[in-house]
Structures are given as C-alpha cells and as structure tokens.
C-alpha cells in the first residue's frame, strides 16, 4: 500500500489550492480516507475524511473552505482548498483510516506529504 501526495505550493491569503493523493495496492473507493496536517511544534490534526459511501466529515476551521473527494477511476483522493487563511500553513498528509474519522490515532497507512504555505 502506498500513498503519494501531490499539489502543495505557496499561495497568497484568499487562494485556492487542491491537493491529489494516488494511492496504490488498493482502491479507493471502498476504503475511508482522510486528510491531516502538521505544522512544527504541533501534533498532526485531521482536516477532513470521506469514507467507502461518499460520507464527509470535516474539522471545525475548515468546513465551508475545503472539499475532500474521491475519483475512483484514478484511485485518487483530493482536497480542494478555497479561501485559504495563514493559519492553514503546514505539511498536508493523506491517511487510510479504519475506523473512520478525524482522530490521527485512526490513520493505517501515511503518505509522505505536501507543504502548503499561505502568506498574508
């Protein structure tokens, strides 16, 4: 199993980024999947998870901002990220999550991340 993160970038406050997570060894669509970010100092917090049905959860700071999404015929996970704050700076990991939510502790299997930076 394996995931590999993709889209990160710098961008200035108000700006949109989205971020792809092709996994491998196993499909997407039957699987919870979740988004986590880290920032130094900080333990890593989940941001959003989708589970096997197309159900979402989302963190408190992001919901209404960020959209997390599946596309089965590329067996990849996204996160859409709108209206992006300074605060939302960090490394961004995708996680394979059983059982299903925003608890870190939950996470099987870690890909390496993607740094998002926003500037105000």
């Known amino acids: 199993v394996q995931l590999v993160e993709a889209g990160g970038g710098s961008v200035q406050a108000g700006g949109s980024l989205t971020l792809s997570c092709a996994a491998s060894g196993y499909t997407v669509s039957g699987t919870c999947m979740g988004w986590f970010r880290q920032t130094p100092g900080k333990e890593r917090e989940g941001v959003a998870f989708?589970?096997?049905?197309?159900?979402?959860g989302y963190a408190d700071s992001v919901n209404g901002r960020f959209t997390i999404s599946k596309d089965n015929a590329e067996n990849t996970l996204y996160l859409q990220m709108n209206s992006l704050k300074p605060e939302d700076t960090g490394m961004y990991y995708c996680?394979?999550?059983?059982?299903?939510?925003?608890?870190?502790?939950?996470?099987?299997?870690w890909g390496r991340g993607t740094q998002v930076t926003v500037s105000s």
């Open positions: 989708i589970d096997s049905a197309g159900g979402t």
């Open positions: 996680a394979t999550l059983r059982p299903c939510g925003l608890l870190r502790w939950y996470a099987n299997t």
